[in-house]
């Protein structure tokens, strides 16, 4: 895809006219920490430049017509503020629909529908969070559209009903509506680090978030001679939302029984050195395995912080390359092609670290390579993956950007 008038497209599906505006969503790649934000634990991550865009205008009446520019051949599809259901919608709209559901379920009831057009350039199922992105984006967009009483009369709306709580919520307040979608509505279990981090991204800048209580600080990506890099696997993530479900379990099954010898609200409550007291209370091989990767990435998440604002780049490296090993052994939600990725990414020149990013079962890895070695870095991999596994992988070198917000869709609505 070249260039894109995105505001083009969305007249040539819904027609001219009314108050049509757009916003941008960044996806998010996690540097560390990786299964910790469901056990109240740190987590790492960055906004990229890739993300998902939003054209939009709100309706007189309480219909939705939506239109993905990335699944074409669905069409705009129609629906309305008065069809939710819950769990049942298998395809892109029940993201948008499930915000618009959460926003109500919270609290804040919407009066009129839209019409809207997505285009994202985030891979699909990458797991570089393309449905966290546009959940928020749906939030920042409800946000934005129901906070003003002076919107459009033009379109024969009356605003005078215009949510005065809605422009009073936070894009935390949104983050926090997109995982509630996400949990009741899609019927993904996630945390909620995906939809903070694509919400609150800092251009340069990674998020030291503590899920426990939402404190986060923005930490300076300096890399200096190092780049991040992405590579998709391109597996098909299939089993990925069953798998993801099983994991959380088994993290609750393994804390209920940690409980009953000290007194902790979450997983990641424990230090290491209490865990290793504690852990003969665990009899299954396979709880106490998933136990320790969280209760050890939680530290190592620390420590990778910590290395990263001395310069310690080559510490950092380390605390990647063993996040995915128990991620691997521990976690077990790598794979062979993450594994595959990761293990050639680790043999490369100028490669300090490597790891599987966001939920695994396929999906992307994350790598930090000196600058001079990327292009061999990416022959190097791409020809063995490819050769292995009998198709190729993909290679983004990762551009930091911004959170979730508005964009002038007269000017800077052209994308790549
Ligand atoms: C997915 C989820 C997140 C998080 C990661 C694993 O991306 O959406 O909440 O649990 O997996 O770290």
Redesign the pocket.
Known sequence: MNHINLLNEFVDKFGEGGDIRGYFTPGRV?LIG?????NGGY?FPCGLTMGTYMVARKRADRKLYMYSMNFEKKGVVQSSLDEFVNGLEKNWTMYPKGVMWAFEEKGYPLTYGYDFLVYGNIPNGS?L?SS?SLEVLTGIMLKDMNGTKDIDSRNGIDNSDSNDDIHGISLQDIALIGQFAENKYVGVN?????QFAVAMAKKDYAIFLDTNNLSYKYVPLKLGKYKIVIISSNKKRSLADSK?NERRSECEQALALLQTRKKVSCLCDLTVADFNEIQDVIADDILLARAKHVIYENERTKNAVTALEINDIVEFGKLMNESHRSLRDDFEVTGVELDLLVQEAQKCEGVVGSRMT??GFGGCTVSIVRDDCIDAFIEQVGKTYEEEIGYSADFYVAGVGDGAHKIDIDGVNYVE
């Open positions: 996690n990786e299964y910790t934000d469901f987590v797991g969070s966290a996630c945390g909620i680090m995906d993801y966001g939920a």
